[in-house]
């Protein structure tokens, strides 16, 4: 050996880059199997994420939770399903005890959510992971708020949807004069059902100096306006889709607009699935889909704006759980589910555009990141398929039934003579009459 100290034998040399592998291999791990006692949460907060069965953080907790704690504001692009909820919620509450707040009120953190299930769903965050800290959350969702009141007023952590809070702002129901962190979730949704209006009025009612994170699964044109009138700086987080487009199995099935429900249910029929989501337009589609679904003999729910709150809640947990093994949904209603088991997206309905249809898709089973997406399509669909294959940089395979029957012709309409019609027609009168007289007894 000479005495060059820069001298190494080859064996040295592969010794280094042994160590070097073992060492890289070592950090890589870590990364990927960050716990939550990295976070440095108060003992209690640990407490409550342990006995949510949560044993690590998910990528967007990973990322987030961080930025939160150290005071940053939060731009969020990613999608339900993703540990987005307790991304902001843990980092809140750790934050809260770290400063020695108040556990019943004045109001410190004010989190807006679109609609009363997705704030029933924060504020059940709130409580099991902050249980043993004592902090003490509200919700103010409800059409009769004056109920709420009382509550609000020995509430560290509220809850709310834009357009209640804002109705009880202008009534002097509500202090926000004390808020420090406000969260405002699925930003685009809240811009698409017009609630800009009423953020606006929360946001008159609170102190300028405060954190802001916001989430949205969309850069919506609204949702950029608004971010640059409420963050200051923000980290800027985009989280991957739960459900890669790659990874899904795209089929298109041509079929008569008049043959789609029959086309539908041998369909269901025919593949093997866990839980399937079915995507219609309007909410009188669904009702109509999920009743006729019901009628063949699945087990199907509907979700839609005009559900009644407990009906909303018992298809959500029922989609949950398996009891119900189809949902039909409009878009916009959702973004309420969470479902690990999704293994089938069906396009009833085709979607306007390619983003619509990336959402979609993004529902299917998370876990596996593996699915199959079936967009039913019309002779008048074509032009939209071939913009959404464009968009995707990828074709659809076709899928046909061997055993149905595409030629079947349209059902004939009814047709009612002169008697026939003023029945019905008296029908309808009476029943009209007999709701309006339920009404007046009420």
Not at 87 to 104: C, M
Not at 106 to 117: G, H, N, S, Y
Not at 279 to 305: M, Q
């Amino acid at each position: 050996m000479n005495g060059n100290p820069f001298h190494f034998t080859v064996r040295n040399k592969y010794m280094i880059v042994r160590a070097l592998c073992t060492a890289l291999y070592f950090i890589t791990a870590m990364e990927f199997y960050l716990s939550f006692d990295s976070f440095g949460f108060d003992s209690r907060i640990s407490s409550g994420v342990r006995a949510s069965g949560q044993d690590t953080p998910t990528l967007i907790q990973e990322k987030i939770i961080p930025a939160v704690l150290a005071g940053h504001d939060v731009l969020g692009f990613t999608q339900a399903g993703t540990g987005k909820t307790g991304a902001f919620v843990l980092p809140i509450l750790q934050n809260l005890v770290k400063n020695g707040a108040e556990t019943r009120g004045p109001i410190r953190v004010l989190v807006l959510a679109p609609t009363r299930d997705i704030a029933l769903k924060i504020h059940d965050k709130f409580i099991s992971f902050g249980k043993q800290t004592g902090m003490r959350s509200g919700i103010v969702c409800s059409a009769d708020p004056a109920k709420q009141v009382k509550d609000i007023s020995r509430v560290s952590l509220l809850t709310a949807c834009p357009a209640v809070l804002s109705n009880m702002i202008a009534r002097g129901e509500v202090d926000l004069s004390q808020v420090e962190t406000l969260v405002i979730d699925e930003a685009d949704r809240m811009v698409e059902m017009g609630l800009l209006d009423n953020i606006k009025t929360v946001l008159a009612a609170l102190p300028s100096k405060r954190q802001n994170l916001m989430f949205s699964a969309t850069l919506h044109a609204g949702v950029s306006i608004l971010s640059s009138e409420v963050l200051n700086q923000p980290e800027i987080f985009q989280i991957a889709n739960t459900a890669p487009v790659e990874t899904v199995k795209h089929i298109c099935c041509p079929v008569p607009v008049h043959l789609k429900q029959e086309f539908l249910k041998a369909l269901l029929e025919d593949i093997e699935s866990e839980s399937v989501l079915i995507f219609v337009r309007t909410k009188r589609w669904a009702n109509r889909l999920a009743a006729r679904l019901i009628k063949y003999g699945f087990n199907a729910a509907e979700l839609h704006g005009d559900l009644a709150q407990s009906k909303r809640m018992r298809a959500l947990d029922g989609f949950k759980s398996g009891t119900f093994k189809i949902m039909v949904s409009t878009d916009l209603d959702a973004r309420s589910i969470e479902c690990s088991s999704i293994t089938h997206v069906i396009n009833y309905d085709i979607p306007d555009t390619v983003e619509i249809y990336k959402h979609r898709i993004e529902m299917i089973n998370e876990k596996s990141r593996k699915g199959v997406a079936f967009l039913f399509t019309a002779t008048e669909d074509v032009a939209k398929v071939e913009k959404i294959e464009t968009q995707l940089g990828g074709g659809f395979s076709v899928h046909h039934l061997d055993k149905f029957d595409y030629k079947a012709p349209k059902p004939l309409p009814i047709v009612l003579d002169e008697a026939q019609q003023k029945e019905l027609s008296k029908a309808g009168r009476k029943k009209k009459a007999d709701k309006l007289q339920r009404l007046k007894g009420k």
